[in-house]
């Protein structure tokens, strides 16, 4: 079992070196909440009991737990979101970042490049020919936008080069549906177009929904895989409900229930609404490079609740909840997965940072000279007073009971030269813990 430290809790370490090292990680915490606060939203009161209980009930349920509880699945999942949890072999391009939609809670904002690449087009092509030709095992490819459709000849042209010099990779775009037609969908099914993913927007008028949901339909006729995606705005539980019975009706593969999030921009509009913002806001606190921003409170008990209610009305459309954090997990991979790394780091199989165990002061000599007997390497601090071993070592220091920290650490480029950034901390103690606390256990994803 770890214990997390956080701002909260850091006083419960006895030993004071590993209190002062931990109290880093807690400032860390501190002014990241304070930044966040600074964008003008509240943050919600920690809701963790009511989520573990949710929790329990999917779990005997049986709905599929995967990526460390970020994901979680009833009947079938695209191929595609299993291969996002690590990336490999996965791309997504675009053409454009214009959309003929204005959503209060687009994140394209926050995309690099956004005011060029509203009036400026991408060479997706181009890009898509060179990863081909450089060698690169494109699995999962896909086009976004922006809406993709506002250029419809270039997104059609992609996916036909794409079938022509990579047949077997598995293509899919994304659209708010309402520039589809017959003839594009036409032209994307002899382009051998695997999926498309529609959104539905709940602050569209019903009448609006119901045309979107024709394309939904129609798009049944042409694509195999017909998903819709769309984040889940508190507030809206009867209407959701709605629209799964609807969508099973039609006999889709499913819907991808995406947790809310504030894009960082437009804030009154989300303060207006009542929003405020989950608390903790990260699980460990990192510059993610993905552009969503902050999850909303309250979604994701509502995506639980759904996937609860899907299994209940026993639907047959795949229901996917998908956090926020879940869509953090290829990042790391990427960065962490192969690097090469001292033997006193593990990488975990679980939230894919590495893991090192830490001992401090009085207990340095004593966990040194166990170490030594075990032949375990090892490395000296003096200056922040801890010795640094594998986590492998740590049943082989019990009876004893001392507080250990377990440092979860990512791999940076800087300036030509590869660092090792530690994020977070937790507590344990050898009795205490177990290796699936790092590692998922054998069969789970």
Known sequence: MLTKITKENVSMIENDSFRNYAQIFAEIEENTIESIK????????????TKNERLARLRKKQATFRNNDKSIVINQLSSACEACQTGTG??????????????????????????????HQKDANEELA?????????????????EPLLFKAETIS????AQEISPNTYTRLYTAGDLLTEDILQQLQKADLDEIRISIKMEDSIKRRQRVLKKVELAQKYIPHVLVEMPVIPGTRQEMKDLLLALDEMGIFGINLLEFCFPLVNSRSFSE?????????YDIYYNY?????????????????????????ELSLGVHYCS????????????????????TYHFSTRDYFYKTAKAFGKDKENVRDQLNRIGEPFIIDNDDDFIQFPVRA???????????????????????????????????????FEQTDIDSVEGER
């Open 324 to 343: 926020l954090e879940n869509k953090f997990t290829g990042q790391i991979y990427q960065q962490n997965y192969s690097q090469p790394m001292n033997d």
């Open 130 to 146: 060179y990863l081909i030709e450089s060698g690169y095992v494109l699995k999962h490819l896909a086009l976004t936008g922006g």
């Open 394 to 432: 740590i049943p082989f220091l019990k009876p004893n009971d001392i507080e250990l920290a377990i440092v979860s650490s990512v791999i940076e480029a800087r300036m030509n030269e590869e660092l090792v950034r530690e994020v977070g901390v937790d507590w344990t103690t050898p009795s205490l």
């Open 158 to 161: 992609f996916f036909q080069l």
């Open 273 to 281: 609404k009542g929003f405020t913002l989950k608390n903790p806001p």
């Open 90 to 119: 996965s791309y997504t391009s675009f053409v454009t970042l214009n959309c003929h939609r204005d959503c209060y809670f687009c994140f394209n904002k926050n995309q690099e490049d956004y005011t060029f690449y509203l009036h």
């Open 289 to 313: 490079w993905y552009a969503g921003g902050l999850a909303v409170a309250e979604s994701e008990d509502l995506c639980l609740e759904l996937v609860e209610f899907a299994i209940d009305k």
């Open 38 to 49: 600074s964008f003008g939203l509240s943050l919600e009161q920690n809701n963790d009991e």
